[in-house]
């Protein structure tokens, strides 16, 4: 059999950082190491990578029997696109999986999807080339003769040791980077247990979260990328067991990687109560942590459920700093309750703090959350073109603000964080200035001419789109 695996491409927001990260579609390359390669042959084709040409991608099709596509709620509108021109190439089977498809069941109403994965896929993906009935596949909805069937979900999978690793040779040539160096992904653990209203990990992983030991973690270092700069964990929240943590480092350490770029995401809380664990990180070569800071407003930071606080961001931040960390800080605009002025002491509060990179999303109420359900009862969502519901481009009004101030504060976040006025001390000139003192971000400086002749035309781009965006904020 002739099995396709697509990463399909999603209309690209004129804001956010998207020109600037690329990285590999792990999920897809877990499913790739299913089908016994002595029956089953493999491709990957990875569109948020590079586009091609439709007579291309037609050509692969015709002689392809099974399609799987992950889908995103934005690029729902390519993969309903691709799932048509599948059929029209004579694709006998097209399954669809990826968080949409879980966050909304209906999708298997599309005439053109015949199987839509709800969780997650490896062992449904296996029965589904096995052959198995569908009928006695768990976790599938599908379509046959004309009706639609929904089948109960499939349990978790508890020993996540007892996963395949993810083929990586098919998408060995493709230069994924981020901020213009090289890199390659892996996970430890999948989902969390946390409960933030507006996140949509919970939902697609039923609020639990379950990890790999630090013996299958070690092993899957092992089979990166050598010549990548970067290895990032792709958990949702990497630092969820601070001890299982240590223990990573300890073997990263151990097995002489400790010379590589880590970069994980994590919460500012457990990194406030593990300092000696952030310390044995920095050992180990974690040189970027992910946070959500979401807010500098307490009453907001309890609404979403975040259960952390304003002070330990603040101590996150700067034990981070401390040790030559950088941080890619993740900021909400549009918090209910929040107002204009609200907002503009958030971003004025990443500028003071010194984040090193920041993202400023729009508050967006993925279907299945907590906040959607709110969202849809209260009818505060204006806009249900999922290829929007993109993090960048407001969706939904609150109490407070009409969608255009959203928009035009994330606007107003980006243009006055990343250009700025060159004399003001925050931006990252003079950021950079501060950072010639300190040795631990020294390894930063190495990096710069990489980033700067790699990063060139993505920065032009990004500033020349930032200036011509207008906004009614100051």
Not at 355 to 371: A, E, H, R, S, W
């Amino acid at each position: 059999m002739n099995i396709l695996l697509i990463n399909p491409s999603s209309k690209s927001p004129v804001l956010g950082l998207d020109d600037f990260i690329k990285a590999p579609p792990l999920g897809l390359m877990y499913l790739a190491a299913i089908p016994d390669p002595d029956e089953h042959k493999v491709k990957i084709i990875d569109l948020k990578y590079k586009e091609w040409p439709e007579s291309k991608l037609r050509a692969i099709l015709e002689k392809t029997d099974l399609l799987g596509i992950t889908c995103l709620t934005p690029s729902i509108n390519s993969t309903i696109q691709f799932s048509r021109l599948a059929k029209e190439c004579g694709v006998k089977r097209v399954v669809v999986g990826g968080y949409h498809p879980t966050l909304d069941r209906y999708l298997i109403e599309e005439e053109s999807i015949d199987i839509t994965v709800q969780g997650e896929g490896e062992n449904t993906f296996k029965e589904i080339v096995e052959g198995k009935p569908l009928k006695d596949i768990l976790g599938i909805n599908y379509s046959e003769n004309g009706k639609i069937y929904y089948n109960e979900l499939r349990p978790l999978i508890e020993n996540l040791d007892d996963l395949p690793f993810p083929n990586r040779t098919l998408l060995r040539r493709n230069f994924y980077n981020y901020f213009g160096l090289s890199v390659d992904v892996l996970e430890s653990a999948r989902g969390c247990p946390h409960n933030c209203n507006f996140c949509c990990v919970t939902v697609h992983n039923r609020h639990r979260w379950r990890a790999k030991s630090p013996e299958r973690v070690i092993k899957e270092i092992e089979c990166l990328d050598k010549s990548r700069k970067w290895y990032i964990f792709q958990d949702s929240s990497f630092t969820v067991k601070m001890s299982r943590i240590k223990k990573i480092c300890d073997l990263i350490i151990d097995h002489g990687y400790s010379y590589k770029y880590f970069s994980a995401q994590g919460r500012v809380d457990d990194i406030v109560n593990n300092p000696k664990i952030l310390d044995r990180m920095v050992e180990a070569g974690f040189k970027m942590i992910f946070i959500g800071i979401e807010s500098t407003k307490q009453e907001s930071l309890d609404r979403i459920g975040k259960r952390t606080t304003v002070d330990q961001n603040i101590k996150a931040i700067k034990m981070l700093h401390d040790r030559g960390i950088t941080i890619f800080g993740s900021m909400i605009i549009g918090n209910i309750d929040e107002t204009i002025e609200d907002v503009k002491k958030n971003i004025e509060f990443c500028k003071k703090m010194e984040v090193d990179i920041m993202q400023f999303t729009p508050l967006t109420p993925y279907p299945g959350t907590k906040l959607y359900t709110e969202a849809m009862e209260k009818n505060w969502i204006e806009n249900t073109n999922y290829e929007d519901w993109n993090l960048v481009d407001p969706i939904m009004k609150t109490p407070d603000l009409s969608i255009k101030e959203i928009k035009d504060l994330v606007v107003y976040a980006y243009k006055s964080y990343y250009l700025g006025n060159i004399i003001d001390k925050n931006t990252w000139i003079w950021k950079g200035a501060r950072r010639i003192s300190r040795s631990r971000f020294l390894w930063f400086w190495r990096e710069v001419p990489s980033f700067l002749f790699s990063s060139i035309p993505a920065i032009l781009k990004f500033a020349k789109r930032l200036d011509k965006m207008k906004t009614s904020f100051r």
